[in-house]
């Protein structure tokens, strides 16, 4: 076990808790009351409609954005104030973070330099593996394709080795073969002490690897079920009556 | 909140039965990116412990700077137009100016207003690199100090006004037939200091600017009033040195640089973190 799951999982706090966390814009409420806690290793899903707050939700997870109300804290430490915290945690968002100008590897260091890993270069090189982008490592990431940048997104979420994984819409842009090696990571990320949420309105994508379902719907946690409680093609069902009924 | 019917099937069976179809060697590969269950124990608490303790603040610093100064390198778009504009300046400067009018008198202001105002039009470019693909988001999540991020950002401007004044006082030189032999190092001196101060500000408001839909209008309207007192000190001292005057001339413009730089530079390092609040 790492040391930074180590210390979170020593400290018994939970990988992530949100408590009474709100976000408005103005008067229009993006995310609203929601409490939730997350064990180390758990991995949640929630689905959700356009709309539905669900990209509010995971950015104030990883304290991009910060909640109106409420507050969200990773194994223990508050998310806006805490370095260690943040150092926990990888986000795959809609956007890349990646710089266009910049090759494949030079991102990587860069990010590698700012989270001041050990041994820098094995594993950025590593991770271009992980990715199979080896071959175009010295090629302006300008020059990929979505896909492409996508699975390098991918490499520098989990380059610093994150306990705390958010995902939103990974699979965006993603042909099969891709699709399929991002579903493997998700597999392996299932280790125990790295605890995953993941954001999609793919519901079969979404229930795949799932420990806990959620249903997000104007801000609000309309349904919250273990994986194993959960008949897909009634949860398909229950779910378009929902976001029908909520739209 | 709903409750779902439980359906009688594995659903992990069906995740590793899909992941062997569809995934080969790659597969395989994605364990280099997550230490696997079966990894080396030790070689993996060795490696966190080192990660846990996060990069000092000057390889941050270090680290802003250098990916910046490698995007202008690839890209050569702020040094182009910075220079491309200086330079006409300098042009419009030479014919706009009557002969009559000892250039040397005047050179100093107009060296520092070109390179004001060629410097105002790469400050916009500096942020704007930062939100292509949401990079400063990334960068802002990563354990990073937010001083650190500023003097990164400070330092990389530094570098591309520097290079920038290079070539604009050779070809005011040129134009105007002047002399710098003998004091250049006072000259370096004062280019040095305003630029800092210049780049203190300029960055700061960069950051300010580019959160706003107005922002490539309200920097210069934001920054120039602020910058009165570097360009007044930078044109006088520019102004002694370029007509000859000893360099004991220029010590007290010097100081004051050196001081409105350290003022600038510790609040605006300061307030950097504020600025880059959501």
């Given amino acids: 076990m790492s040391t930074l799951a180590a210390s979170a999982s020593a400290s018994g706090a939970p990988a992530v808790a949100a408590r009474g966390v709100e976000k408005w814009y103005g008067p229009l409420p993006a995310v609203r009351g929601i409490d939730f806690t997350l064990a180390p290793g758990q991995f949640l899903t929630v689905f ?3 709309g539905a707050g669900k990209t509010t939700l995971l950015r104030m997870l990883c304290g991009a ?6 507050a969200v804290s990773v194994s223990g430490e508050d998310v806006a104030e805490s370095d260690a915290a943040r150092r926990r945690i990888g986000l795959l968002s809609h956007q890349t973070f990646l710089y266009p100008g910049l090759s494949a590897a030079e991102n990587l260091d860069f990010y ?19 990715v199979g982008l080896q071959e175009r490592r010295a090629d302006c990431v300008r020059t990929f394709s979505r896909g492409m940048q996508q699975r390098l997104a991918l490499a520098r979420t989990l380059l610093h080795r994150p306990t705390l994984v958010l995902l939103d819409e990974p699979y965006t842009g993603l042909d099969p ?18 605890t995953v949420v993941l954001v999609t309105h793919n519901l079969s994508q979404g229930l795949e690897q799932a420990d806990r379902v959620v249903v997000q719907v104007a801000g609000r946690w ?3 079920e273990p994986r194993a409680a959960v008949d897909a093609a009634a949860f398909e069902r229950v779910y378009t009556e929902r976001v029908g009924a909520a739209a | ?24 060697a790659d597969v395989h590969a994605f364990a280099g990116v997550h230490p696997s269950a079966d990894a080396d124990p030790s070689a993996d608490a060795e490696r966190d412990e080192a990660d846990s303790m996060g990069a000092p603040f000057l390889a941050q610093v270090w680290a802003v700077a250098r990916k910046d100064l490698l995007l202008e390198a690839r890209s050569r778009e702020r040094l182009l137009s910075m220079g491309t504009f200086a330079v006409l300046v300098a042009i419009v400067f030479s014919f706009a100016v009557d002969p009559a009018v000892r250039a040397r008198s005047i050179a100093g202001a107009m060296i520092w207003v070109t390179v004001l105002f060629a410097g105002t039009l790469g400050l916009g470019r500096s942020f704007a690199l930062e939100r292509e693909a949401e990079a400063l988001t990334g960068v802002l999540l990563a354990p990073v100090d937010r001083g650190a991020l500023f003097l990164g950002k400070w330092l990389a401007n530094m570098a591309i006004v520097l290079a920038v004044e290079a070539l604009v006082f050779p070809v005011f030189a040129l134009f105007f037939n002047l002399g710098f032999a003998g004091s250049l190092p006072a000259l370096v001196a004062v280019v040095v200091l305003a630029t800092a101060g210049f780049m203190a500000l300029g ?10 839909r107005l922002g490539e209008t309200l920097l210069p309207i934001l920054l120039l009033p602020l910058l009165a007192p570097v360009v007044i000190f930078a044109c006088a001292a520019t102004q002694r040195l370029l007509v000859g005057r000893p360099v004991s001339d220029v010590v007290s413009q010097i100081k004051m640089l050196g001081a409105f730089d350290l003022v600038f ?7 950097f973190g504020a600025v880059m609040e959501e």
């Fill in chain 1, 112 to 130: 590698a330099r700012l989270y001041g890993l050990a041994r820098r270069r094995e594993r950025v090189e590593q991770a271009l593996v992980s």
């Fill in chain 1, 65 to 70: 954005v910060k909640p109106t109300r409420g």
């Fill in chain 2, 265 to 271: 530079l510790f609040v605006c390092t300061a307030i």
């Fill in chain 2, 1 to 24: 909140m709903t409750s779902l019917a439980a359906e009688p099937h594995d659903p992990a069976a069906e995740v590793r039965a899909s992941s062997d179809v569809h995934a080969s």
């Fill in chain 1, 222 to 224: 309309v349904s919250d």
């Fill in chain 2, 203 to 212: 960055t700061l408001f960069g950051a300010i600017a580019a959160h706003t």
């Fill in chain 1, 177 to 194: 073969h891709a699709a399929a090696m991002l579903r493997a990571v998700l597999e392996r990320l299932k280790d125990g002490r790295t």
């Fill in chain 1, 48 to 50: 959700g409609p356009n």
